[in-house]
């Protein structure tokens, strides 16, 4: 049956191939068209915005038009058989034909009218109708997408959580204590949002410090210094938000200073990089499980995971 349909849509729709002297367009027109198949072929995308997609609808039907008269065919030749001869075995063939013929006529019809059922969209080749989809991603501050002082506070919070201007810390006690041989880079922040530069260490987890001291002790660095901590209207979004430099973060995400020692520590430990965003020049580096983005144009590493 399919190779009798190629031969039908051979015989019924040759192509021509007609160029201008003068023009490179090519057109295609058909020598003895097939009913419905009128403008099909019309390169203006005015007049059919979908070509090929209103062929192959059209050849959808037509294959389901050319099922249905093989399978009639192929039926009466069956009945033929079976009623003209005497042998068994013409008898058998006969049915055979018949039953061959039902089969292949039952698939194409029911593959039609499953897709059908489901979405008759299916059985739409021309995508013309599909509306397209807008994504939008939020940048986030680990990412390196929107670094680099104070955003703006949303609905005269910080983070979600903190009242522009207020006093800072916003938690109690003490500044967490950094580790022996570990600086910190700014004095400690005042207010929350404060534009002057500050870096605190207020409300740091106790994972960050564990992690800060292994660091020192694997890499053998003498000049480890902390950039960022937990000021999260320095970081993130536009409004500073999402964010893991605040207080509390589980992760005890902090910016660390790039240094020979601790370059030359990671990429020995890690030689091969991650790219961190494809948009971005960010390379992230996991050394004994802690992920390491380098982030060139602040020429710090974001630390986000100990």
């Known amino acids: 049956m399919l190779f009798l349909f190629l031969i039908l849509f051979c015989v019924f729709s040759p192509f021509k191939v007609t160029r201008a002297a003068t023009s490179t367009k090519t057109t295609y027109t058909l020598l003895a068209p097939l009913p419905g198949l009128e403008g099909t072929f019309e390169t203006d995308a005015t007049k059919n915005p979908c070509p090929l ?11 389901l038009g050319i099922c249905g008269v093989l399978a009639v065919i192929m039926i ?27 089969l292949g006529l039952l698939l194409a019809l029911g593959a039609w009218l499953i897709l059908n059922t489901l979405n008759p ?44 201007g207020a006093s800072w810390p916003p938690v109690a006690g003490a500044p967490a204590t950094l580790p022996t041989g570990i600086t910190v880079n700014n004095s400690d922040c005042v207010k929350v949002g404060q534009t002057a ?40 979004g536009p409004s500073g938000s999402p964010t893991t430099h605040k207080p509390g973060d ?54 986000r995971t100990w």
């Open 76 to 102: 009466v030749w069956g009945g033929i058989q079976y009623m003209t001869s005497e042998l068994i075995s013409s008898k058998e063939a006969g049915k055979e034909s018949i039953r061959n013929a039902l």
């Open 250 to 303: 589980s992760n005890g995400t902090v910016d660390l200073a790039k240094s020979s020692c601790l370059t030359a520590y990671i990429q020995k430990v890690a030689p091969v990089p991650i790219p961190w965003i494809n948009k971005q020049p960010y390379n992230s580096y996991t050394v004994k499980g802690v992920v390491f983005v380098d982030e060139p144009a602040t020429n710090h590493f974001h630390v």
């Open 121 to 164: 969209d299916l059985l739409n080749a021309c995508l013309n109708s599909v509306k397209p989809v807008e994504i939008t991603i939020t940048p986030f501050e680990f990412a390196g997408l929107d670094v680099g002082g104070p955003k703006a506070p949303v609905g005269g919070k910080w983070c979600g959580s903190y009242d522009d």
């Open 197 to 236: 530069a500050c870096t605190s260490l207020d409300g740091l987890s106790q994972v960050a410090i564990t992690g800060l001291n292994k660091l020192k002790n694997d890499s053998g660095c003498t000049d480890i210094k902390v950039t960022g901590g937990t000021e999260c209207w320095f970081h993130g």
């Open 53 to 63: 997609g209103n062929y192959l609808n059209i050849l959808i039907k037509l294959f």
